[in-house]
């Protein structure tokens, strides 16, 4: 028997918590995939979320989550980037997160706030449900697989490894942010992209620490403060961002979710002179102009490929039909509470649909 020498409908690239999902919606559609993975397991980042407790999502409806996203109403940087999620978040909101667990045998439990995580509190049982989908399903994972580089061909794409080359009729890039490189993520996603001529958005660290070396934080380093808050005042005393959440004090200065989601508002806003208050219990302490902890340690990265690039309705490239992104490899972020998750799950899957609705055939090149 001759035997046919044949692409794979899509090639994922990156088995985090996009590529993850885009092999587990490759199923349901009925997509031929395969996962490529440079580490030796998959979701290595999604593991350490939440402290291994995997805050999924948040139960909130997809209105309330694309606002969410918005720093402040005249933040035109993450306006843009809640237009641009719109479709991906109407087809998979929240909800349909949640249900998609439950119906892997996932129990869930939700905060009173709305943010989910699995019941027993455990990253692994979000990643090992994963795993046990696509082994049920028979969808070939590559580990130890770092791709070097994605060539695009007259039909479909040459996707490379040291090791190997696969055909791919698509390709979808879900490789992650940079932050925490020891962790898979380290920008490969966004090189590729660039050498493709895409643009990318200079990448920067969202939801981190700022640091300060003043007395009264340093003393008191390890201690949390969870009902806490954290006001970004402009140099004239107007109130330019104001959140209610956990602050904590460590030997380098203040983190903690209130800290983290006026530090992403810094950032966006791109303001540099600015004063930050912290409430602790009942002392206020009042900061100038902190600087950021580096991107290494960030929870997400700010900037990657420009959405300009991308069709919000497909998550393909402008640039080279069959390529699609999905995830932090996006210029996407979002605060803390799961909303990062979320995105990188929703646009995976709007990605996986649309090469789903188009059919088997890649189309004709014209260059
Ligand atoms: C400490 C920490 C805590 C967090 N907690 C939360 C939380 O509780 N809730 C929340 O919503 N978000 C949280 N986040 C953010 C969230 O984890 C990320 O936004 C999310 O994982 C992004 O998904 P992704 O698939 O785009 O990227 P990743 O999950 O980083 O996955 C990318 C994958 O691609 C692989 N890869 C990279 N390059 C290549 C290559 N060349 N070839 C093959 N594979 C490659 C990587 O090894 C990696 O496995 C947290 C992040 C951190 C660092």
């Known amino acids: ?46 593991l350490m979320t939440a402290n291994g407790r995997c805050n999924f999502t948040k139960d909130i409806g997809y209105d309330v989550f694309l606002r969410d996203l918005e720093c402040s109403a005249s933040d035109r940087e993450t306006k843009a980037m809640a237009k641009f999620l719109a479709p991906s978040l109407a087809d998979l909101p929240p909800r349909r997160i949640i249900a998609f667990f439950k ?36 969808v070939p994972v590559l580990t130890n697989s770092a791709v070097t580089g994605i060539q695009p061909m007259k039909s479909g794409f040459i996707v490379a490894t040291k090791n190997f080359t696969i055909w791919a009729q698509n390709v979808l890039v879900a490789t992650g942010g940079a932050s925490y490189p020891k962790l898979g993520s380290v920008g490969d996603g966004q090189k590729f992209a660039s050498l493709l001529k895409h ?37 004239d005393g107007r109130i330019l961002y104001d959140y209610k959440g956990e602050v904590d004090c460590e030997p380098f200065g203040l983190s903690g979710a209130a800290v983290y989601n006026a530090q992403r508002f810094i950032e966006h806003s791109g303001i ?66 799961g909303y990062n998750l979320t995105m990188a799950f929703s646009t995976a899957h709007k990605a996986v649909a649309s090469i789903a609705a188009l059919g088997r055939v890649p189309r004709e090149r014209k260059y």
């Not at 918590?17 to 996962?35: D, E, I, P, R, T």
């Not at 009173?112 to 082994?135: E, N, Q, S």
């Open 103 to 138: 119906a892997l045998n996932v129990p869930v439990r939700r905060m009173a706030d709305g943010r989910m995580f699995p019941a027993d509190g455990k990253a692994t049982t979000i990643v090992h449900a994963f795993g046990d989908l696509m082994r049920n399903s028979e």
């Open 1 to 46: 028997m001759a035997l046919k020498h044949s692409p794979v409908q899509l090639a994922i690239i990156g088995g985090g918590a996009a590529g993850m999902f885009a092999a587990a919606s490759a199923v349901k559609y009925g997509v031929s995939c395969l996962l490529m993975e440079r580490k030796a397991r998959l979701g290595s980042k999604v």
């Open 272 to 337: 540099r002179d600015y004063t930050i208050e912290v409430w602790l219990d009942r002392e206020r302490l009042r900061f100038s102009n902190l600087k950021s902890r580096p991107l290494k340690e960030a929870i997400v990265t700010i900037g990657g490929v420009s959405l300009e690039d991308i069709d919000p309705r497909t998550m393909e490239s402008r640039i080279f039909p069959n390529l699609y992104f999905a995830g932090e490899v996006m210029d996407i972020d979002g605060p803390t509470g």
């Open 199 to 235: 643009r990318v958005v200079p990448m920067r660290a969202g939801l981190i620490g700022l640091e300060t070396d003043d007395e009264r934080i340093v003393r008191r380093a390890g201690r949390r403060y969870e009902d806490a808050r954290a006001i970004v005042f402009s140099p």
